[in-house]
């Protein structure tokens, strides 16, 4: 089998793709034949090892898994002495945001991991690029209250975070105002967005409050804006939550004084969405896949040989949703 291999931290040129024998699964572990996998922002931090203390849970000094991914769609071609949960034949999706080692042709992975069964009529690039970037989207609602008829805007819409923040904040009733690139406006609003601001020829902030409007809570997807830039778009009470720490880690420690500096602010606040429970995440989009009512936003595909050049792509901040490695 194919596989992709690193045996250090490092840029995209640090990768390569070995031959390597196919896995045999151990007690409580599936062997799976990965059908599509993504590159994503998850990714390109695991393989930098950046922010450094995403290593402590990646792997110190060196990564755990010589193979970076972090979500797979597959099927189970081989199940391990007491496993129980899937049986060989099944369809399955998964992700862990440490790293599962899925940049391969087939990979082993331990029946506790977050997965679930793939809906019929559901492909296995739609299952894969219904994970990352929807587990994260997932936790920024779960900070919050986002009752029917309550308004967020949500910056970055067009990446895999934002795209399907959009769809589950509709799902949900709420009314979404969303940011983005001007060439991608159309696709923005079908997933669901009333408003699209084209932030390559505004500044969104200043257009949204010279309009008067103000939101419930602001979303920064992609973590290219801040507090005090969105303070003003925020209702009494309203939070602002971002993908990213940002410029000196200042969105865990306004988090941290939240306490303190709320009565200054209106009641207006930071919350940082530490993601949290992958396995209440992929359990949900399998049910929204299955009733039809999420599609992940898919950009390209890469074969596995050009792994470097899935990688630089996702780097270059260019890409429109998901980016899905098909081995």
Known sequence: MLTVHRAHYGPPEALAVREAPVPEPRPGELLVR???????????????????????????PRPRFAATGTDFAGEVVAVGAGTRRF???????????????????????????????????????????????????????????????????VVGGTGAIGSAAIQLLRHQGVRVTAVCFGPHIERVRQLGAERVVD????????????????FDHVFDAVGKSTFARCRPLLRP??????????????????????????????????????????????????????????RPLIDRRFALGDIRGAFRYVESGQKLGNVVLEP
């Not at 559901?122 to 919050?144: M, Q």
């Open 199 to 214: 932030q390559a020829r505004e500044d969104f902030a200043g257009v949204l409050a010279a309009a008067g409007a103000t």
């Open 34 to 60: 990965v059908r599509a996998t993504t590159v994503n922002r998850t990714d390109c931090g695991g393989l930098r090892g950046r922010p450094f203390v995403y290593r402590f849970f990646a792997g110190f």
């Open 87 to 153: 049986g060989t034949g099944e369809r399955i999706f998964g992700f862990d945001d440490h790293g599962i080692g899925s940049h391969a042709q087939y990979f082993c992975v331990g029946e506790g991991k977050a997965m679930a069964r793939i809906p019929d009529g559901v492909g296995y690039a739609e299952a894969a690029a219904s994970a990352e970037g929807a587990h994260y989207a997932r936790n920024f609602l779960r900070k919050v209250r986002t009752p029917a008829a309550s308004e967020v805007l």
């Open 237 to 294: 009470g309203g939070r602002y939550l971002s993908s990213e720490l940002g410029s000196g880690a200042q969105n865990i420690l306004l988090a941290l004084a939240a306490p303190l500096l709320a009565p200054f602010c209106g009641g207006r606040r930071v919350v940082f969405p530490i993601p949290v429970d992958c396995q209440a995440s992929i359990t949900a989009m399998q049910g929204l896949l299955a009733a039809g009512a999420f």
